[in-house]
């Protein structure tokens, strides 16, 4: 029993840890396209800055809480949402695709506008700090 333990553990760091890679090279990828867009730099305070700003009653932490560690709720549907840190959640931030979905509709929903690229660059480097 004792052996299995160490494996489960031995075979979970593993897993952890090339997820938490893969997180970093979709968010990278992103911020390469980004900057052929033409932004030249990212601020992880800027998007931190932004991610707790409130909106007219609404911000990030509306449905992902104050602490990205944590678990949230859909203001609307009472879905669970998932930590958004990879380093408490390690599939997060690793699908490039689904990272510009859901940053179209939550910063529709949260700032009644789409974030710029300047935005969701800085909002990315961030949340991969987390």
């Excluded at 510009?100 to 800085?122: I, V």
């Amino acid at each position: 029993m004792k052996k299995w333990n160490i494996l489960y553990t031995s075979t979970t760091t593993l897993l952890l840890t090339f997820s938490t890679v893969h997180a970093a090279d979709a968010v990278s990828g992103l911020l390469q396209d980004y900057k052929k867009a033409g932004v030249a730099q990212f601020s992880a305070s800027q998007g931190k800055r932004l991610w707790y700003s409130n909106n007219n009653g609404r911000s990030c932490t509306t449905c992902h809480t104050q602490s990205v560690k944590n678990t949230g709720k859909h203001k609307k549907t009472g879905k669970t949402i998932k930590p958004m840190a990879p380093s408490v959640n390690p599939k997060r931030l690793t699908d490039k695709r689904k990272i510009k979905k859901w940053l179209l509709r939550n910063c529709k929903w949260t700032l009644k506008r789409e974030c710029t690229t300047q935005e969701k660059g800085n909002i990315l480097m961030w949340l991969k700090q987390q």
